[in-house]
């Protein structure tokens, strides 16, 4: 219901108590797509929203041009008048049911009603709130104009009374001393989720059967389990031996070390750095992931490992200002090794990485004196400084690449 997503979102500080209050989201009336409107109209942005129901499982992320091509049967099932109402979206047959992009995937009235529509079990995912109104308007044209066609300009153009958005603005990647054309594109996660959802969307019409059992009609809010218990954090400013935790990858040879270092002096694109950076941290970790950090915000950028999927890592936006161990680093300066915190933002911090980590490492990435983002470690052996040497090597190579932007070279 749309009450548990609101507070949700509320917990995680993704939007405010006074948005929630404004959403509607408390009236028992209101449909959850109708609410889900009226928060990204009060200030959250579309994105964020987004990679929030992501991080819970609910992808991939699907862009514009996933949603332009919906199966035309699937679409004349389900009545317009629903369509409207559940903000819903059928785009493709699959195995394991139709794949329908939702405004709020984890209202389980909606998918149910959904569900006895398409005549059978749906696979419930989300797009940019912005493209799933305007493919709804485009596959159902509607005899009178939707509450709010466009949240985004919308959002823009009023403040409602008493409502200030927790993200003022929307991370801007540009600057001239950093990460000057960094935005990934959004359209790269609608393919890259996690398994199960990228045999669902690519076999949706070739293949008669999956090798995955098919999830019910009923979806409830996933929820992250708490994290186990493990070795107390430690915060340290020098390379000494932090607590010992759970079983862990066997440590790194020098030479392979060497090479991945070499290869980050090497390479022609912050792309490629944050590629080889991440890659290089599994010779001692289970997982990686680099968060850029820019006007207050964490925002995660690539990653790599078993458990580890771009979807979850790109859509990971955690305000710097929440209560975390993000915010540890920011404002110590220092490398983190220890447990996940517990508080709303750690727990999709530590979900971006498959929700199974005990341990942690965080290492600032420094440009001078300035931090522009983290190299994470899940799941790390005690031999914490290869990272720290990884991470130190990111930094120059963000500034090499930066002096090399500016001369023209």
Partial sequence: MAVRLVEQLVDAGLVTAAQASASGGADPLLASGQVVQNLVAGGLDERVLAGFFVTRG????????????????????????????????????????AIVAMADPTDEGAVARVSAALGGSILPTVAKLSDLLASIERAYPPERRAAVTDPVVRARSRTPSGVVPLVQEKPDFATDRTLSTFDPSLSDLAATASPAWDRAWSRSITEPEASFAPKPSHIPLPVVPGVPAAAPASL????????????????????????????????????????????????????????????????????AGGDVTNAGIRSLWVPASNPSILNEVLHTGRVFHGAYGQTAADHLFRAAFGGHGREVVIVPVMIGARMVGVLCANDPSNETAPVERVAEAVGKAFERLIVTQKSGA
């Fill in 58 to 97: 609910f992808g991939p992320m699907l862009g514009a041009q996933e949603l332009a091509r919906a199966d035309g049967d699937l679409v004349r099932r389900l009545p317009a008048v629903d369509a409207h109402d559940l903000c819903a979206m059928p785009l493709q047959p699959s195995p394991a049911g």
């Fill in 236 to 303: 340290r400013p020098d390379n000494s031996h932090p607590p010992a935790g759970s079983s862990h990858p066997s440590t790194a040879s020098d030479s392979d070390l060497e090479a991945h270092l070499a290869e980050l002096a090497r390479a022609t694109s912050r792309d490629d750095v944050v590629r080889v950076a991440c890659h290089a941290c599994l010779a001692v970790s289970r997982g990686a992931a680099f968060l850029a950090l820019r006007k207050g915000v964490f925002r995660g950028w690539d990653g």
